[in-house]
């Protein structure tokens, strides 16, 4: 275990149609893997990813168990080819159960069908067109948090900083209207930048509660492990080693912000100096530059892309 490793697990967003189409034909452990989780979800996940829709790709319900198979496959991947492993790990929303599944705490097939039903929950907390997301740059953290507080409390409706990706870099989410609302007294505050996002559903809102109560039925009914590697938890960016405190945060994430900037700065105090993303695409990565330019970070995505990145962790 190597001190100042960690590994960042990706969420919604970096799926794509096709991904990991070069890993699979050069690694029999994905095509492995995926199976195991297909199996365990009645469908063929890698049928869906290598068809090309990504319509039927970029649905809540499959997006998540794709992206946690697609990565849990990378860590199988790297571990089966010797790779380095880090004294600690991180996932940005739905990584963090892909984290928890690659630190052991959760078995392949139970992880699949969670984030399936979470996906499905979340989908379905709020009427589709009713909630909106959208990411704001050029702002602080403050700022943002004051007048989506302001909105709501003028509106009598919900509108909250959902994700804290990089300084300067907040999503928003909440009902479409107080969104719009929120969009423009930002544009008035001096946001550089607003991107509304392709989502569907106001995710790590409060809307979100709903669908966090019906993941706690599913998550009761799951054996959940200590992990053998620190996760640190969204919620408030520790380790946990008890399962039934795991259990909490997971259904407590769904409805709480995503603290990402902070998750980067507790793995800085643990030791971290180096990091892997594991997954497809390179976005944790891109975060990782605006939190810290000097960071590096390696990438699993690409064959020879993960081979180097042994070559170049195995001497830490």
């Not at 699949?112 to 009713?130: D, N, S």
């Not at 509660?209 to 054996?223: F, K, N, Q, S, Y």
């Not at 590697?229 to 380790?239: D, M, P, R, W």
Request: proline share 5%.
């Amino acid at each position: 275990m190597i001190r100042d490793l960690a590994f960042l697990f990706p969420g919604q967003g970096s799926q794509r149609a096709g991904m990991l189409s070069e890993a699979a034909a050069r690694f029999p452990v994905v095509a492995a893997t995926f199976s195991e989780a297909s199996d365990a979800l009645d469908f063929d996940l890698w049928e869906l990813i290598k068809s090309g829709d990504a319509t039927a790709l970029n649905l809540t319900e499959n997006t998540q168990p794709a992206l946690l198979v697609s990565s849990v496959a990378l860590w199988r991947v790297w571990k089966e080819q010797g790779g380095a492993i880090p004294a600690a790990m991180a996932g940005h929303s739905l990584g963090e159960f892909s984290a928890l599944c690659c630190a052991g705490a959760l078995g392949l097939a139970d992880a699949a069908k969670l984030v399936r039903a979470r996906g499905q929950f979340m989908q379905t907390a709020v009427p589709l067109g009713e909630g909106a997301m959208a990411a704001i740059l050029g702002l602080g953290d403050e700022q943002v948090l004051a007048i989506c507080d302001q909105v709501a409390a003028a509106e009598d409706t919900v509108v909250q900083a959902v994700n804290f990706n990089a300084p300067g870099q907040v999503v928003i989410a909440g009902r479409k209207d107080a969104v719009d609302i929120a969009i423009e007294k930002l544009k008035g505050a001096g946001a550089k930048r607003v991107m509304p996002l392709p989502v569907s559903a106001p995710f790590h809102t409060s809307l979100m509660t709903p669908a966090g109560e019906r993941l706690r039925e599913v998550l009761d009914g799951l054996e959940l492990s200590t992990p053998g590697i620190a996760v640190l938890h969204n919620v408030h960016g520790q380790s946990e080693t008890d399962p039934s405190r795991i259990r909490e945060l997971l259904v407590e994430q769904i409805a709480s912000p995503v603290r990402w900037t902070f998750c980067v700065a507790k793995l800085r105090e643990r030791g971290a100096s180096a990091f892997v993303e594991c997954g497809p695409g390179k976005v944790l990565g891109g975060l990782l530059r605006r939190i810290e330019k000097s960071l590096p970070c390696h990438y699993l995505e690409d064959p020879d892309a993960l081979l180097a990145a042994q070559a170049d962790l195995a001497d830490r």
